[in-house]
């Protein structure tokens, strides 16, 4: 008599493969459900992060175009001594320290308003201002035309002006084809050029610039500087701000405030940063309850193939056997989720930031980390259902039938 040795049953990975993918498509309004709350949880993380990269680049490049090297200098008040004023020789004296590169100061001419006819009635002004304007303060700004030119040297003294491009969009100038004038302070002045924008200027977009000699001329206004923009040597900015106010106003140096506009725009990048951490947090939290979600299904899942499961079982299927194609289900739930959720990201943070004018930058960490995050909860979430079904009964199973 002979002994037959009857090798175990093994279950190859394509075979676990269909046999998960089986239970997916007998049910597919509700794997689509289950699949459907990892999604929005790894699409929410990977737009959040995408997006966050996205503005962070689009930040650099500004900070790269507008440089972190210039300085703003105003009146400030001192201690006890009320509303502070620039010196008339302050720009002077700035030009001197030896860093400063180039120096543009403007002034309030209060006399006047900006009007596009001499109809309008005082008082109506559209927020917009007048601002006398040293005629290398373009160069200074590193600010760039929209249409014409910049006051220059050989205009000094005339009625020309030159457009922010607040004020242009406000006064309804869009392009200079032909010859337009404003009305400044009861005099005619004609338009020679309308500005690009200013991040860090915005009081020079909402203004109508003419130069001192032409405010002193026509609309005879006592000017004392109210803004002084110094550009610096990039590597000694610091030194440079530390020396402005006792340069500035050596009496009374507590009355002038020396900022650094490109500090904003890095503020607005820390808020932002810490907004991206918040909707992280919500990210999470969603793909949290989608991974409950699919534990929840597949233990249902479990409790309606009983049946199943028995019969399985009865034909050779291990108990590995069993745990492995629940499992395998969890994971090609959330797996799919995960790729959905990471094509629906980049959708979302591809369509906001063309919107936005931004270069689209999606990190390789969102992507890889979207779907290790994802199959990793549709393994934690899945090893209890799977283990459920492993430990069914065959003959108690079969009766179900």
């Not at 035309?145 to 242009?168: K, Q």
């Not at 959720?341 to 689209?360: D, E, K, P, S």
Request: glycine content about 12%; hydrophobic content about 50%.
């Amino acid at each position: 008599m002979t002994t037959e040795t009857v090798a175990p049953s093994r279950l190859a990975p394509a075979d676990a493969f269909r046999a998960a993918g089986i239970g997916l498509r007998t049910r597919r309004l509700r794997s689509v459900l289950s699949a459907l709350g990892i999604m929005i949880g790894i699409g929410a993380m990977v737009a959040v992060l995408g997006l966050s990269e996205s503005s962070k680049s689009d930040l650099l490049a500004q900070l790269d175009r507008l440089g972190t090297n210039m300085l703003q200098v105003q009146a400030g008040t001192g201690i006890g001594l009320g509303p502070g004023v620039l010196p008339d020789e302050a720009p002077a004296m700035v030009s001197r320290i030896g860093p400063v590169e180039t120096v543009a100061a403007t002034a309030d001419v209060n006399s006047a308003r900006v009007y596009k006819n001499d109809f309008v009635p005082t008082g109506q002004t559209g927020g917009l201002s007048v601002l006398a304007v040293d005629t290398n303060l373009l160069t200074t700004l590193q600010g760039s035309m929209a249409d014409g030119v910049f006051l220059d040297e050989a205009t000094p003294d005339y009625p020309v002006t030159v457009l922010g491009s607040v004020a242009a969009q406000r006064l309804g100038i869009r392009v200079l084809d032909t010859p337009t004038a404003v009305w400044l302070g009861g005099q005619w002045f004609s338009v020679v050029g309308i500005m690009e924008s200013l991040e860090l200027s915005p009081d020079v977009d909402r203004a109508a610039l003419v130069s001192h000699g032409a405010a002193a001329t026509y609309l005879q206004e006592d000017l004392v500087p109210s803004t002084i923009y110094v550009r610096t040597d990039p590597s000694q900015v610091d030194a440079v701000r530390t020396v402005m106010a006792a340069t500035v106003n050596p009496e009374n140096p507590d009355q002038v405030e020396v900022t650094r506009p490109s500090d904003a725009l890095e503020a607005r990048e820390a808020a932002e940063s810490a907004l991206t951490n918040l909707f992280l947090g919500l990210g999470a939290v969603a793909l949290l309850v989608g991974g409950v979600g699919i534990a929840n299904v597949m233990v249902i899942s479990v409790l309606e193939r009983r049946g199943e499961i028995g019969l399985r079982r009865a034909l050779g299927a291990t108990r590995r056997h069993i745990s492995v194609q629940f499992l395998g289900e969890s994971l090609l739930l959330a797996g799919a989720g995960g790729l959905g959720g990471v094509l629906l990201g980049a959708a979302v943070t591809a369509g906001y930031a063309a919107i936005q004018g931004w270069g689209v930058l999606i990190p390789a960490v969102a992507v890889i980390g979207g779907l290790v995050a994802a199959l990793l909860i549709g393994a934690v979430a899945g090893l209890y259902p799977a283990m459920r079904a492993a430990r069914v009964s065959p003959t108690e199973a079969l009766r179900t039938l």
